[in-house]
């Protein structure tokens, strides 16, 4: 049977569905296409997308490497401990950039607590970048993994214990591969999330144009000198983004399977 | 080869404590009403539950991991990895090169080999994780219901096989069942009180 929806729910929908859609709409129609080849070989613009996407990459890759272990210890701590351990996670996803930004100047800055011990991502370098977009896209991989692996229950890896798999192995060949849907989702909102990534970034790697400035950088910028290029730049972050999501496609996302 | 056994199982409004025996060969069926303690006494055995002395021919296994136990365990929910082939879950953890062929057609699932655990039906994969179990030589088998997807008319021949093939190894068997002919078919019962 088809569910009837109520009119009042599609109403709050279709409110809902414009808000988001609007804007988008807004930027498209405003877009100076004649300009946009221009643009888009502009060798600063160039630059600010080598720039973002190589930085997102990486702070992917580094999410992967110690968010899916993250994730799992989260996942099987004890409630309680859990519970701390996920409040911590969350922190910097409902911080403001910019205060994640300092944060990072008052630990690893010049000056920080703890200056000497990620040397190779000083601020105001493109490994600081790096560094800035890991800090806040990390826990949304974090979060994702962890909410998968947690429905598990821890079934799947009890039973491969009594077939004799050591700790290691039910990591790699039972949680790695049960929850590898959520791994490849929680990767690319990351990388979304990372691409997009303003406050930490400006405020910890500065916007030095070839090394620091990234495309949404490059965006506010120019949205003070020529709006037209700004808008250019826009629906380039949002064309990437959008390969993003193309690239998740259902397959990867139960959630999102009709 | 003896399994002697004192579990111990204690959480909020359950505790379990119960000695028991089994010879090698031999098959213990472990009955009571639901919620005595069947599942939690096998877990016991298995060492996924903290608590229980375990000793097989004198040697005191209480310490080991659930890894280094040599079990065969059914899981009453079975737990096959849903993205594995059948043949693949029955030879996971075994060393490379094992065949899972001798093992699916003794519990008449040889034609299910390379088909993927999630497409199976509710028996098919009973049969599946009962070939797991045996597959592994084990030294203890554990089984919780083993036999409650399978027809009616296919569950005598596939008792009979698993119970040789156990004997075979020489192994202990442990059954949780509420099934008469798992009853029947043991050596000894084991009742379990309600809580």
């Known amino acids: 049977m088809r569910t009837r929806v109520p009119p009042a729910v599609a109403a709050a929908a279709a409110i809902g ?210 709006v037209a290029h700004a808008l250019v730049l826009s629906v380039l972050l949002l064309v990437v983004s959008l390969l993003v999501l193309v690239g998740l496609r259902d397959r990867w996302i139960p959630a999102l399977q009709s | 080869m003896t399994v002697r056994a004192d579990v111990r199982v204690s959480r909020p409004g359950f505790s379990l404590d119960q000695h028991l025996e089994v010879r090698a060969g031999d098959v213990l069926a472990v009955i009571g009403a639901n919620g005595s303690g069947k599942t939690s006494l096998l877990r016991g055995l298995a060492g996924l539950e903290a608590g229980t002395s375990l000793w097989v021919d004198g040697r005191d296994l209480s310490a080991e991991p659930p890894e280094r136990r040599r079990l065969g365990v059914v899981f009453q929910d079975l737990r096959l990895p849903p993205w594995q082939s059948a043949a693949h879950a029955v030879t996971a953890g075994l060393p490379r090169g094992a065949h899972a062929h001798e093992w699916l057609e003794r519990v008449g699932a040889a034609h299910l080999a390379r088909a993927k655990v999630s497409t199976l039906s509710g028996g098919e994969r009973q049969r599946v994780a009962i070939a797991r179990a045996l597959a592994r030589t084990p030294r203890l088998v554990l089984l919780d219901e083993p036999f409650s997807s399978i027809d009616v008319a296919s569950t005598s021949a596939l008792r009979e096989a698993v119970l040789q093939a156990a004997r075979d190894a020489g192994a202990s068997v442990v059954i949780a069942t509420h099934d008469d002919d798992d009853v029947a078919a043991a050596d000894e019962t084991l009742r379990l009180g309600s809580r």
């Open chain 1, 17 to 226: 569905g414009l808000l988001l859609l609007l804007p988008l709409l807004g930027l498209l129609v405003r877009v100076p296409w004649s300009r946009a080849a221009d643009v888009i070989t502009d060798h600063a613009v160039l630059d600010a997308l080598r720039i973002s996407l190589v930085c997102s990459a990486s702070a992917t890759v580094i999410s992967l490497v110690v968010g899916v272990p993250l994730a799992w210890v989260i996942a099987r701590a004890r409630p309680a401990v859990r519970r701390v351990l996920r409040a911590v996670i969350l922190i910097p996803l409902v911080l403001p950039p910019v205060v994640g930004g300092i944060a990072l100047l008052q630990t690893f800055g010049r000056r920080g607590i703890a200056h000497d011990v990620l040397p190779f991502a000083r601020p105001f370098t493109t490994s600081g970048v790096v560094l800035a977009e890991t800090f806040v896209a990390l826990p949304l991989l974090v979060v994702t993994v962890e909410a998968a692996l947690r429905a598990q229950d821890g079934r799947l890896n009890e039973a491969a214990a009594t077939l004799g798999l050591g700790p290691w192995s039910r990591f790699l060949r039972i949680d790695l591969v049960a929850s590898r849907g959520a791994i490849v989702a929680g990767s690319a909102l990351c990388f979304a999330r990372a691409l997009g990534e303003f406050g930490a970034t400006i405020t910890y790697a500065g916007n030095l144009p070839g090394t620091t400035q990234t495309l949404p950088l490059a965006t506010y910028l120019a949205l003070e000198q020529d």
